[in-house]
């Protein structure tokens, strides 16, 4: 059983879509960060949220920390092809090391 | 351009063998962690390193065995290498201090065991 349930597992739409992609826990962490994956490269840091409720923006990129720090967010707008990739959520339980959930594939066709 | 660099991106080996898988980093980070990513399992710790000479298991540390000599370079080893050690090898490193641990990642060796 994964720490952080990652859904949808995979995510097919056209460009100009909006998606959201969910990161759950029963568990609460003391940050939530989302990395990026593309094909034949290292995960790439996105961004790193620290404080329940939080809500940060990376262009069309808008990222929710939950209230009661068990849960995160990652909305695109307007998908674009070069979003393309695995999304990782990774969170650091409070004292414990980083653990990732199992990804979300998004494929944004043209 | 900073970087962590892992030696090969594709390796094929048989069972039984010892593997060793190179990782280099050029930021001077004292943290350094290599991960396996499977399908649907996303990345588990195998083992990390806070400094040099030091290490400390991950979450599937059994079949694996690290080396930490230079402050720039974390070696995983396998001592006899099995099929179910097939898998995506990541190393990353993160620097010391701070809130929150950022971790960079190399582009990953795809281990194919026969």
């Known amino acids: 059983t994964q720490l952080l349930e990652q859904s949808p597992q995979f995510l097919s739409i056209q460009e100009g879509e909006n998606l959201t992609v969910y990161c759950n826990s029963s568990?609460?962490?003391?940050?939530l960060q989302w990395y990026r994956q593309e094909p034949g490269e290292g995960p790439v840091l996105l961004v790193t949220v620290v404080t329940g409720g939080e809500v940060k923006k990376l262009k069309r990129l808008t990222f929710q920390f939950g209230d009661a720090r068990k849960d995160s967010s990652l909305h695109i707008t307007a998908a674009q092809p070069g979003d393309t990739g695995l999304y990782l959520c990774?969170?650091?339980?409070?004292?414990?090391?980083?653990?990732f959930g199992a990804g979300t594939i998004l494929r944004v066709k043209s | 351009d900073v970087k962590v660099t892992q030696s090969s991106r594709y390796l094929v080996k048989r069972t039984g063998e010892k593997v060793f898988l190179e990782c280099v980093q050029d930021?001077?980070?004292?943290?350094m962690f290599w991960y396996r990513q499977d399908p649907g399992l996303g990345l588990r710790l195998i083992y990390f390193s806070y400094d040099v000479k030091m290490k400390e298991k991950g979450d599937i540390p059994e079949g694996y065995s690290v080396s930490r000599e230079k402050k720039e370079r974390f070696s995983l080893i396998l001592e006899s290498a099995s099929t179910n050690q097939t898998s995506m090898y990541l190393c990353?490193?993160?620097?010391?201090?701070?809130?929150?641990?950022?971790?960079?990642f190399g582009s990953g060796t795809q281990l194919s065991v026969l």
């Open positions: 568990s609460v962490f003391s940050s």
């Open positions: 930021m001077d980070h004292e943290n």
């Open positions: 990774a969170g650091a339980p409070y004292g414990n090391k980083l653990v």
């Open positions: 990353a490193s993160s620097f010391e201090g701070g809130r929150v641990e950022k971790l960079f």
